[in-house]
């Protein structure tokens, strides 16, 4: 028996089998007439079998072995007593097989893993086969079961799920076993609508400092109103439990953690509700991760003894510093690694290498480390820092620039006119004292400008 997936493209024959006799009569109008219809067959032929081929031709044979692979949604939106009633219809369709049928089992979650390949045992499956619960991929479930499908079989699938597909497309995987003649039969499974409570979040911080006070953020979720118990855990080890109050929808609890130690942590936070309040306890954790990091470092660079003891006094009881003279400074960012910042007290540029300011600008560039300059009567412009790496990194500019902005000037002139004013400078043959004050006073009127006033 002929099946043919695009029986339209038969419709072609209408067409290309009359087009092709009418081009023979003057193609082939010079060969003798047995060689013009051995050709012209030659011709038809070939025309047939593409339009067959277009057509998607199939020779279907009876059998008389059928085939079902069941496919069971162990995912965690089905409830486990669905997956156990679900269990127990596949059993007992097993153990009702008569001869010459055959039967597979395919677990999936996640993923989809064979518990059982097509067999015509009529013994139950053992149902061992441990997806991951967390998605529900049906495509991948039934492109396996088209795999382990017998080939010479009259074959079929059964979908036991609640069909809360998360990841993958099930309709391209259906249309696929419907290319394949494969039906697919759903024994549906409702899903879960009893209340619950969930965990919807948990914020902590992604890095912290060794000996720093932090919080975490608890965001918990219920269905219903009711009363629970959050846990939080720290690398697995409680360290706080309190009972809460649950309003319907979103309720949020700050919890303060105890300093840690330097490492990688881990917390996670748990929820605990009454059972008739939280039908399903797969979402009651969450985790975090915090990076646990040592007290910071400073490298203290300092142009003159003893001119940064006040700095290194006040960040003792933050960090530690170390303190070094200009000529020690690392050369290279290798040496600036350790650190997570530096500092410059009064440091003229002549007493640091040039490679010494190129590590720094590379640390604070590349590293995204901090850098500190503390000015004196030997930093900045004073220090020689102009058109250095320094410079660069400074948001002052050193260059004092070519128009300089000078303010109004309001002057008061106050004149001496009492009677020794009219008295010589120096003597008898000297100028009146009052002659040089208006000289004076004209002089100074004289520098002002036309926005100064007086």
Avoid: C
């Amino acid at each position: 028996m002929l099946s043919f997936t695009r029986p339209a493209a038969l419709l072609l024959l209408v067409l290309l089998v009359p087009l092709t006799v009418f081009l023979s009569r003057t193609s082939l109008a010079l060969l003798r007439p047995a060689a013009r219809r051995a050709s012209l067959a030659l011709r038809l032929l070939i025309v047939t079998m593409l339009v067959l081929a277009l057509s998607g031709v199939g020779i279907v044979r009876a059998s008389d072995t059928r085939a079902a692979v069941f496919l069971l949604d162990r995912s965690d939106s089905v409830s486990a007593e669905q997956q156990d009633a679900h269990a127990d219809y596949v059993r007992r369709t097993i153990e009702a097989m008569s001869e010459g049928e055959q039967a597979g089992v395919v677990v999936f979650g996640a993923d989809a893993l064979v518990d059982r390949p097509a067999s015509p045992a009529t013994t139950p499956p053992d149902l061992q086969s441990r997806p991951t619960t967390t998605y529900s991929n049906l495509a991948e479930a039934i492109r396996l079961g088209l795999a382990v499908m017998p080939a010479a079989s009259a074959g079929r699938l059964v979908l036991l799920s609640d069909g809360a597909e998360n990841v993958g497309s099930a309709e391209w995987a259906a249309r696929l076993a419907e290319a394949h003649g494969v039906p697919v039969d759903i024994v549906p499974a409702a899903a879960g609508s009893g209340p619950d409570v969930w965990i919807e979040g948990l914020a902590a911080p992604t890095s912290a400092r060794e000996g720093e006070q932090v919080s975490l953020e608890v965001s918990v979720s219920s269905s219903t109103d009711t009363t629970a118990t959050l846990t939080l855990l720290m690398d697995g080890v409680q360290i706080n439990s309190q009972p809460v109050r649950l309003t319907r929808g979103p309720n949020t609890f700050v919890q303060s953690l105890p300093p840690a130690v330097r490492g990688f942590h881990t917390y996670t936070s748990r929820v605990e509700a009454p059972a008739e309040a939280d039908t399903r306890r797969e979402n009651d954790r969450y985790s975090a991760f915090t990076l646990v990091s040592g007290r910071p470092r400073l490298l203290v660079v300092e142009g003159h003894d003893g001119e940064a003891g006040a700095l290194v006094a006040a960040l003792a009881g933050t960090m530690d510093t170390d303190v070094i003279r200009p000529d020690a400074a690392p050369a290279d960012a290798r040496g600036l690694a350790g650190y997570d910042g530096a500092v410059l007290v009064n440091v003229p540029a002549s007493d640091l290498a040039p490679a010494a300011m190129d590590s720094l600008q590379l640390a604070v560039r590349d590293l995204g480390k901090g850098l500190v300059v503390v000015g004196g009567d030997e930093s900045y412009a004073a220090g020689g820092y102009f058109r250095t790496p320094i410079e660069a990194m400074l948001p002052v500019d050193l260059h004092l620039p070519s128009k300089l902005d000078i303010p109004t000037v309001a002057m008061v002139l106050v004149i001496d006119r009492s009677g020794s004013m009219e008295m010589a400078h120096g003597g008898s043959s000297g100028v009146a004292k009052i002659e040089l004050a208006k000289e004076a006073a004209s002089r100074a009127v004289a520098q002002l400008s036309e926005r100064d006033y007086a």
